[in-house]
Structure formats: structure tokens, C-alpha cells
């Protein structure tokens, strides 16, 4: 849900920083409400970046990992009489549908 907003909130925080800062410097040119503004939009911009590094793909190992965690759990229902085509076709449907 914050992937959605967050952007959203730091776009407004850029369009209304550079027309507060037009403003402010067309107003009296008053320096520390240019600072103040700049500072709020460097803020956002941080916040921006925080979000989209912390958006990024896992380390390949962990999903080797939980791939093996995988296949050994897949292998010991076999081998407790599971059928195995059946079995992994399902699992394919539920990682299929857990990207959606």
C-alpha cells in the first residue's frame, strides 16, 4: 500500500516545493523560506529514494535457498504417495498466481 502512496505524496511535495519556492523568491526573495522549502523536497526525494532501494529484488541466494526448502518439501509428499506431476503443477499455479 505504500509502494502506492508514497510516490504520489512525494510528486505533490515536488510540484508544490518549486511553486512555493517561485513564490518565495518573487515574495521578498526571503531566503530561509527558500531553505525551508528546498529542505522539505530533499526530504522527499530521500524518501523516494528509500522506497525504490528497498523495492529491489531479493539476494539470489535467498531464493535458492527457499527453492531447495521447496523441492525437499515437494520430494518428501512424494515420497509419502503423493503424485508427483499432480503435485508440481500445483505448486507452478500457486507461484504463477503469487506473482499476480
Known amino acids: 500500500m505504500a509502494r502506492r502512496w ?6 505533490l511535495i515536488f ?10 523568491t518573487v515574495n521578498g526573495n526571503n531566503a530561509g523560506v527558500v531553505l525551508s522549502i528546498g529542505l522539505v523536497i530533499t526530504l ?5 529514494l528509500t522506497l525504490a532501494a528497498s523495492a529491489t529484488n531479493r539476494i539470489e541466494v535467498f531464493d535458492e535457498a527457499d527453492d531447495e526448502r521447496l523441492e525437499a518439501s515437494i520430494m518428501a509428499l512424494v515420497n509419502s504417495g503423493a503424485d508427483e506431476e499432480r503435485l508440481r503443477s500445483l505448486v507452478r499455479e500457486v507461484r504463477r498466481l503469487g506473482r499476480q
Open 44 to 48: 522527499a526525494a530521500v524518501a523516494l
Open 15 to 24: 510540484v508544490a516545493g518549486i511553486a512555493g519556492i517561485i513564490i518565495a
Open 6 to 11: 508514497i510516490p504520489r505524496v512525494c510528486a
